[in-house]
Structure formats: C-alpha cells, structure tokens
C-alpha cells in the first residue's frame, strides 16, 4: 500500500516562495505526481518526478528524493491566482500506473 | 482540443435513489478512470477503463455501483441505491496510456449531494 502525507494548510503573502512538502511510504516507486486544483474545478497537471533531483517548470519547481521518500512543491512569485489546493500523488509498482493521491495542501495566497 | 467533459455538474438526490453520472474522455485516449473525491481530500479510484475493459475496479463498492463503458468511448458510472456518504465530487479522468509520465487529464466533476 502507499501512505503519502502533507500538510493541510499553509498561507503565504503574494511576491513570496512557498515550499509545499510531501513525504510518501511506499512498495516500491514509480513516479511522483504534483496537480493543483482550485475550488470546485478539475485537478490539473503540474510535474512529473521520477528521478532524484529538481525539475524546473517557470515559477513552479518540483524536488524529489527517493531515498528518503520525500518530494516539495515550490511556488515563486506568488500570484492571488496560485490560491487552490496542491495533491501529491504517488505511483507505485505492480503494473497498473495508478497513482494514489495525498489529501492536498490547502494553499492561501494574502496581499 | 475539447477537454473531458462530464454531465451533470451537479445533482441532488434522495437517498436510497439511483443516480447516473456521463463522461466523454479526451478523443484518442484509451484509458478512463473514475474518482471519488471527498471535501477536503485526495481523488480515490474507483474503477479504471482500457478501451471498453474494466481492468483495475477493487475500490468499486460493487453492491452499489456499476459503470460501463460500452463502445470505449464514453463511460457512465451509476450509484443505486445511494446513500448519505455517497456524497462527494465524482471526477473523471482521462490519459493516452497509464504507462510512463503519462498525466491525467481530468474533466470538471460532478458535485453529488445525497439527502
């Protein structure tokens, strides 16, 4: 099974960076996800990680390290539009590709 | 390119009725998932479709839920009787493949209300 963990809320000030942790347990891996979804809408696709390292996509940034089981989210520049709720989302192995979601990060952007 | 599109938006419903959720994936993409998304949680797969095969179902509560997608194409998923908990967002998901990076596209959901 897979046991992903974040954090349900954080608050950050628009201009600022924000870094969105996930730490994640599971039998074997196969790729890590990040979406971010915003209120009553569809999840949307962010990144991809499936190596260790920083993959760079404009102002937002995903880190992975499989060793420790742990991946973040960062946000630079915040806008007021980057208000919404970011799911991490693990794939493990056993041939379906399925990733299991993690509850969200709640994130609140203020003037 | 259309996105996933799904239908209705939203429905309120007594329980114990039955209820019937549609869903046209992406054109071209093979595979189709439907996820049970509870307010402030992660999706939940309920079932996943490769062409018109059920592959991947063990989190479909089978007593209650059925879904089908005749033709490969579109999906309609369906709750009878439907109860209290079965409130939530249903959302529907589509991808070329499951295989690699590949990402999942999902349609805007259906937002459930059972009475």
Redesign the interface.
């Known amino acids: 099974g897979q046991n992903i963990d974040q954090p349900t809320e954080m608050t950050a000030t628009e201009g600022a960076i924000v870094q969105i942790n996930c730490t994640y347990q599971t039998s074997g891996f196969n790729g890590l996800f990040w979406y971010q979804q915003h209120a009553g809408e569809a999840p949307t696709f962010l990144s991809y990680n499936v190596l260790d390292g920083l993959e760079e996509k404009g102002r937002f940034s995903s880190f992975l390290s499989r060793s420790k089981g742990y991946s973040y989210l960062l946000l630079k520049e915040l806008q007021m539009k980057d208000s919404a709720s970011y799911l991490c989302a693990v794939r493990g192995v056993g041939g379906s590709y399925i990733p299991t979601f993690g509850r969200g990060t709640s994130l609140i952007v203020h003037p | 390119e259309a996105g996933?599109v799904q239908s209705p938006r939203y429905k309120i419903i007594e329980k114990k009725q039955p209820v019937a959720f549609w869903c046209n994936p992406i054109s071209g993409h093979n595979t189709l998932?439907w996820y049970r998304q509870n307010l402030?949680?992660?999706?939940?797969?309920l079932i996943?479709y490769e062409n018109e095969e059920a592959?991947?179902d063990s989190q479909l509560p089978k007593d209650r839920f059925s879904a089908e997608r005749l033709k490969g194409v579109d999906s309609t998923l369906k709750i009878q009787p439907a109860e209290l908990g079965d409130s939530a967002v249903y959302?529907c998901a589509s991808s070329p493949t499951?295989?690699?990076?590949n990402?999942?596209?999902?349609?805007?959901?259906t937002?459930l209300t059972v009475l």
């Open positions: 996933v998932y402030g949680q992660g999706p939940e797969l996943r592959v991947d959302l499951p295989a690699d990076n990402e999942q596209f999902f349609g805007p959901g937002r």
